[in-house]
């Protein structure tokens, strides 16, 4: 079961919250490899969203193998001073790369438009 976090006053994990954060919690643990992505032109709000969710991963699997960032684009410089921005890979840097993955889950920040 979750723990209702710091935030869990100011939003608190209904019933149908709740199964729905075990449901995450389930397939990002059974999955041997993940991809999380963003929007074709990456921005702050869905590169944070996409470090943060690695770190939540990361941190539910206590391993952060099997899990890549891949997007259009390259991280633009302006965001490059984000820990962890470094392990973004633009979609020609991961062909160039040779990696041969198929992944069992796909996910997809967007910051808004």
Do not use: H
Not at 69 to 95: H, N, T
Request: charged letters at 20%.
């Amino acid at each position: 079961m979750i723990k209702t976090c710091l935030v869990s006053k100011a939003f608190p994990l209904t019933p149908i919250l709740q199964k729905e954060c075990e449901k995450f919690v389930q397939l990002v643990k059974s999955a041997k490899s993940i991809l999380i992505s963003s929007t074709l032109t990456s921005d702050g709000d869905s590169i944070g969203g996409q470090l943060g969710l690695y770190d939540l991963i990361s941190t539910l699997r206590n391993s952060s193998e099997g899990i890549w960032m891949v997007d259009q684009s390259p991280v633009p410089a302006r965001y490059s001073f984000l820990k962890g921005s470094e392990k973004i890979f633009s979609i020609e840097d991961w062909r160039s790369s040779k990696k041969n993955i198929s992944f069992d889950l796909g996910i997809t920040c967007d910051g808004g438009i």
